[in-house]
């Protein structure tokens, strides 16, 4: 791979993970509820499931799944129902106690929080189509493929948990400026609509037809 086709893809890599989505959602709603340390297992969650779809695309199962409309709704309403799960997790979320002599936040299970963000990223079918749709463009047919899907997928996979620590990070700051109840709870119903939101962006994707 040139040097110049990975600089391309290196901004483009950019240009995706800045996009808001429901991985950026997740990550600011981890940071709120658990900080950013506890909060950034959600963000290893997200790349599991970016790895997975890049793996998918490498292997060529994604040209299948996206020519197969049952795939691809299977997974896009299982995402959709997804979604809501959250949004309803986080309208119902406590306001924590944020005194300085209280424990400021609640403790997630590292597990529980990369399992959420894996399934965040891997239900998106739309997502995996895009990335048939762009990881090629960037890949030589004509030089050993695995090694050139191995960059592409660490240059993707380093960028976006680099913009996740932000949008995780910036929602921990946040925290610290809440110390009613009433606030935390309006920011919780904030982030709950924007997952409503995101559920309700993926339920209106269509399969592309050729």
């Not at 896009?76 to 949004?87: M, Q, R, S, T």
């Not at 894996?118 to 090629?136: D, E, Q, T, Y």
């Not at 904030?190 to 037809?209: D, I, S």
Request: hydrophobic share 55%; aromatic share 12%.
């Amino acid at each position: 791979m040139s040097l110049e086709t990975w600089l391309a893809f290196f901004a483009a890599s950019w240009v995706i993970s800045l996009s808001p989505g429901a991985g950026a959602i997740a990550s600011m709603s981890c940071g709120l509820q658990y900080g950013f340390w506890r909060g950034y297992w959600n963000a290893i969650g997200l790349q599991l499931g970016l790895a997975l779809q890049i793996a998918i695309v490498a292997a060529g199962v994604g040209a299948i799944l996206a020519a197969s409309s049952t795939a691809f709704y299977a997974i896009k309403w299982f995402g959709v129902a997804y979604l809501i799960y959250l949004a309803v997790k986080q309208w119902r979320a406590l306001p924590a106690d944020l005194s300085d002599n209280a424990a400021v936040r609640p403790i997630g299970k590292p597990l529980a929080l990369v399992f959420r963000g894996f399934l965040v990223n891997v239900s998106n079918p739309k997502a995996l189509v895009f990335m048939l749709a762009v990881l090629p463009q960037f890949v030589d047919p004509h030089a050993p493929l695995l090694s050139q899907y191995l960059i592409l997928g660490t240059t993707m996979i380093c960028v976006d948990l680099i913009v996740m620590a932000g949008y995780t990070g910036l929602a921990s700051k946040v925290l610290r400026l809440l110390r009613t109840p009433k606030q935390q709870r309006r920011l919780n119903r904030t982030f709950a609509g924007l997952f409503v939101g995101a559920a309700g962006f993926l339920a209106t994707l269509h399969r592309a037809t050729t």
